[in-house]
C-alpha cells in the first residue's frame, strides 16, 4: 500500500506564505504525476496544481503567479509553495499521485489524508 504524508498547513495572515509538502511512503516501484487539490467548506474538490515526473507543472488560473509546484523524484516528494494567499485560498489542501508497487502492473491513484490552509487575519 502508498500512503501520502501530508504537512505544512496552518495559520496564516493575508499575503504570507506557506509550504506544503506531501511524501509518498510504501513499496514503490514508480510515481507518475503528483498534485494537489483543495476543498473549501461546503465546496467541491478543484485542481490547484499538477507535476509530471519530467517536471512539466500545470496550476490552476487561481494559483498563476502565486503558487509553485515542485518535487523531488528521490524523495517521492511534491511541495506547494503558496505565496500572496488570500482568504479564498482557505481550504483542505489533498495530495494526489499516481503510483504503482511493482513492475508489470498499473497505476493506482492515491489521495493524502488532507491538510488544513486557514488565512485569516
Known amino acids: 500500500q502508498v500512503q501520502l504524508v501530508e504537512s505544512g498547513g496552518g495559520l496564516v495572515q493575508p499575503g504570507g506564505s506557506l509550504r506544503l509538502s506531501c511524501a509518498a511512503r510504501?513499496?514503490?516501484?514508480?510515481?507518475?504525476?503528483m498534485g494537489w487539490y483543495r476543498q473549501a467548506p461546503g465546496g467541491e474538490r478543484e485542481l490547484v496544481a499538477t507535476i509530471t515526473k519530467g517536471g512539466i507543472t500545470n496550476v490552476a488560473d487561481s494559483g498563476k503567479g502565486r503558487f509553485i509546484i515542485s518535487r523531488d523524484n528521490a524523495k517521492n516528494t511534491v511541495y506547494l509553495q503558496m505565496t500572496s494567499l488570500k482568504p479564498e485560498d482557505a481550504a483542505v489542501y489533498y495530495c494526489n499521485a499516481n503510483a504503482r508497487q511493482h513492475i508489470g502492473t498499473g497505476f493506482v491513484n492515491y489521495w493524502g489524508q488532507g491538510t488544513q490552509v486557514t488565512v485569516s487575519s
Open positions: 510504501g513499496s514503490i516501484f514508480q510515481m507518475s504525476d
